[in-house]
């Protein structure tokens, strides 16, 4: 089980939170011009990295707040937390 | 092949180094698969006996079956409910009914019946609307009352008592479990008799392109290897490999958990997976139960999961099966499978000329292995979609057309 810090709470188990998948996927900035294949990247397509990893959790069980962590996909350690919104997130190059 | 024979342990066939050459790579191929797992061994398999295409080889980047195919709970059943992905799996099946002789050689294939128990009025109609889905399908079937699912397999409790009774389940009698690594390892020989080159300890790090683009060759840790076509078996790791190549796919890579109980007295007949407590079970020939749990919620790549998960699994196996409670846990383990977003497999061609891909059975891999490799060597070798494939292409994420089979994966995904 992970051990999470929210930025408002402190560390809590992963089991107070949910995922959220990438962070720093922003909507289209004009959907209306979006090609198919624009849309399914934006639908469908998130990165998959074996390493560093910028992603959102959510402290549902908690202030019920999101937040951003980078965290290493094999190791699952996490080396950044920012609160924050989904359009300004911490990168995993900002972590490095 | 029906249940296996009382004695079946003691027929395991020894542990097979001599069931295939260890050869070093050659410049070049006329196919070269990623991933020797059970897809990419039954896909050499096929590409050699149905294609006539010999000079094949296997990438291996570990050892032969040792990623998801030696971690998963070796469950076979094609109960679908989309009629794409019911087809695709039947003809596993009915593929799995003839390997055991095709192959000669005895994986312990048994035909024990899967149950899918309900636990809701919801999970009462989804089933039986599977049922007929299957039986309009042409895949065997049933519904069973409580007192049945209790008749077939009289260790789940059915009592109205508990957290969540069970209300019905669907049976397939056709469905079972096989022993894995066997399964590998008689694909393995067969393929390796027919000239295909199995190369273990060879990880792909790269990949070569032509003036045009197109894929000729890969990189390995044991030199550069040509290749008139590269397929990607690599589960999991597809995402690694493919953004080598800058391709972006719909994949996320989650852990997936399982574990196994010390060795028991045969007590559990059948298989038994319930969606909603989620929690899936079948006894192993020699006799430990094998569990199956879900994918931890986070992509991770570290091929292990959380305990957490383990405790709600068995909490759920203790309430179903009241005779577990004193059954201790041997070992736990995890396999990184790659989910896609309609928990459907992508199989076809890519943008990129010369790569093919085979990818995305998130938790159902095992049980589609045979029909995965053939449609699979359909496609590499004459370079069009087998029609059983071809609803999971990659386009359908651009078309819409999604095979959404979320409901009838059995592992929420």
């Known amino acids: 089980m992970l051990l999470i810090r929210c930025p408002w709470c402190g560390e809590r188990d992963e089991v107070e939170f949910r995922y959220g998948?990438?962070?720093?996927?922003?909507?289209?900035?004009?959907?209306?011009?979006?090609?198919?294949?624009?849309?399914?990247e934006y639908l469908f397509v998130r990165d998959n990295p074996k390493g560093a990893f910028a992603?959102?959790?959510?402290?549902?069980?908690?202030c019920r707040r999101?937040?951003?962590?980078?965290r290493d996909t094999v190791s699952y350690r996490m080396t950044a937390t920012t609160a924050t919104t989904a359009t300004t997130a911490t990168t995993p190059e900002a972590a490095q | 092949m029906s249940s296996q024979p009382p004695d079946a342990a003691a027929q395991l066939p020894e542990h097979p180094d001599w069931l295939w050459r260890n050869p070093d790579p050659k410049?070049?191929?006329?196919?070269?698969?990623?991933?020797?797992?059970?897809h990419g061994l039954s896909t050499a398999y096929y590409l050699a006996r149905e294609h006539g295409l010999r000079n094949v080889a296997v990438l291996e980047r570990g050892w032969l079956a040792g990623g998801n195919m030696a971690r998963n709970t070796t469950i076979i059943r094609s109960n679908y409910l989309?009629?794409?992905?019911?087809?695709?799996?039947?003809?596993?099946?009915?593929l799995w009914e003839q390997w055991p002789q095709e192959l000669d050689y005895d994986f312990l294939f048994s035909q024990r019946g899967v149950l899918n128990l309900a636990h809701t009025l919801q999970d009462v109609r989804e089933g039986v609307r599977r049922v007929n889905a299957n039986r309009l399908g042409g895949v065997d079937a049933e519904w069973l009352e409580p007192d049945q699912v209790k008749e077939f397999c009289p260790i789940v409790d059915v009592s109205p008592d508990v957290r969540h009774p069970v209300l019905g389940a669907t049976l397939q009698r056709r469905g079972g479990i096989a022993k894995h690594d066997h399964v590998a390892w008689a694909l393995a020989r067969q393929a390796d008799a027919m000239g295909v080159d199995l190369i273990q300890g060879c990880e792909v790090t790269g990949f070569v392109r032509d003036g045009?683009?197109?894929?000729?060759?890969?990189e390995t840790t044991r030199g550069r290897i040509a290749a008139g076509r590269v397929g990607l078996a690599a589960a999991g790791h597809t995402s690694v490999l493919a953004d080598l190549l800058g391709l972006r796919l719909p994949l996320q890579s989650h852990p997936l958990q399982a574990l196994v109980s010390e060795l028991l007295e045969p007590v559990h007949p059948c298989v038994v997976m319930s969606n909603h407590v989620h929690v899936y079970v079948s006894q192993a020939h020699k006799g430990e139960l094998v569990m199956g749990a879900g994918v931890d919620s986070y992509n991770g790549y570290g091929q292990r999961g959380s305990i957490h998960l383990i405790e709600h699994q068995m909490a759920a196996a203790l309430e179903?099966?009241?005779?577990?409670?004193?059954a201790h846990v041997l070992r736990t383990w995890g396999g990184i499978v790659d989910v896609t977003p309609d928990a459907s497999p992508i199989i076809g061609p890519t943008p990129v000329e010369g790569l093919y891909l085979n990818c995305g059975w998130g938790t159902g891999g095992f049980k589609a292995t045979p029909a995965s490799g053939r449609v699979y060597a359909h496609t590499i070798a004459t370079g069009s979609p087998h029609p059983l494939a071809a609803p999971f292409g990659l386009d359908r994420f651009t078309t819409g057309a999604l095979v959404d089979e979320h409901g009838a994966a059995a592992v929420a995904h």
């Open chain 2, 27 to 38: 410049p070049s191929y006329d196919v070269v698969i990623v991933g020797g797992g059970g």
């Open chain 2, 212 to 218: 045009a683009g197109a894929v000729v060759g890969v």
């Open chain 1, 21 to 40: 998948g990438q962070a720093n996927v922003a909507y289209p900035a004009d959907p209306e011009a979006l090609t198919d294949a624009e849309w399914a």
């Open chain 1, 55 to 62: 992603e959102r959790w959510v402290h549902t069980a908690g």
């Open chain 2, 82 to 94: 989309c009629e794409a992905s019911a087809a695709i799996y039947e003809h596993a099946l009915g």
């Open chain 1, 66 to 70: 999101w937040f951003s962590v980078v």
């Open chain 2, 320 to 326: 179903l099966f009241p005779i577990f409670a004193q």
